[in-house]
Antibody
Framework: QVQLQESGPGLVKPSQTLSLTCIVS??????????WSWIRQPPGRGLEWIGY???????YYKSSLKSRVSISVDTSKNQFSLKLRSVTAADTAVYYC????????????????????WGQGTTVTVSS | QSALTQPASVSGSPGQSITISCTGT?????????VSWYQQHPGKAPKLMIY???NRPSGVSNRFSGSKSGNTASLTISGLRGEDEADYYC???????????FGGGTKLTVL
């Protein structure tokens, strides 16, 4: 079955760029009909959707993060990545990658059928 | 986009039933049948319990059920067990960003 694994630095300095990768195993990231998402959870708080990318390469981001975030996919490595620029202490969180089912064509996706596969999460602390 | 509204906490005794509400707007919960629910135990990744308002993934107990009325979705857990004690989050597609939005989370305590 498909498994996801986040990787990246656990400590990032303020004003720098947070970079994480989610490695997909047990299935192809190009197989279609899925959104590939990033979600984060600050300490002691709830889940926050950051954004997703789908097979065509189209990306959608949470409005308040749009100016700082980018998500990309590397099909040759079967992985997708998150970059969050100009980080502050407020970006300290556990970061999760997840897969969500949809109905996807070559250019677009419709439907949201739940995030059925999650990575274990990786803790990122923003501190000097 | 604003987070969906959930009660901060609910509680129930073993064997009882509880319901967790999730209130949004016509741009999210009320406008689409793309509501999902997640269970999260401390230190663990969330687990999908319900999708498309009322569908259960394979392997999820039929003690978990979902419904929706207007702008409010609900998760009901019947026959409460100690292992159900966890945080629960709702999630919905939102047309305001063409993305998804989570609720603030509800802590379920089994007394």
């Amino acid at each position: 079955q498909v498994q996801l694994q986040e990787s990246g630095p656990g400590l990032v300095k303020p004003s720098q760029t947070l970079s994480l990768t989610c490695i997909v195993s047990g299935g192809s990231i190009s197989s279609g009909n899925y959104y590939w998402s990033w979600i984060r959870q600050p300490p002691g708080r709830g889940l926050e959707w950051i954004g997703y990318i789908y097979p065509s390469g189209s990306t959608y981001y949470k409005s308040s993060l749009k100016s700082r975030v980018s998500i990309s996919v590397d099909t040759s490595k079967n992985q997708f990545s998150l970059k969050l620029r100009s980080v502050t202490a407020a970006d300290t969180a556990v970061y999760y990658c997840a897969r969500e089912g949809g109905d996807c064509s070559s250019n677009s996706c419709f439907g949201h059928y739940g995030m059925d596969v999650w990575g274990q999460g990786t803790t990122v602390t923003v501190s000097s | 986009q604003s987070a969906l509204t959930q009660p901060a906490s609910v509680s129930g005794s073993p064997g009882q039933s509880i319901t967790i509400s999730c209130t949004g707007t016509s741009s999210d919960v009320g406008g689409y049948n793309y509501v999902s629910w997640y269970q999260q135990h401390p230190g663990k990744a969330p687990k999908l319990m319900i999708y498309e308002v009322s569908n259960r993934p394979s392997g999820v107990s039929n003690r978990f059920s979902g419904s929706k009325s207007g702008n409010t979705a609900s998760l009901t857990i019947s026959g409460l067990r100690g292992e159900d004690e966890a945080d629960y989050y709702c999630n919905s597609y939102t047309s305001s960003s063409t993305g998804v939005v989570f609720g603030g989370g509800t802590k379920l305590t089994v007394l």
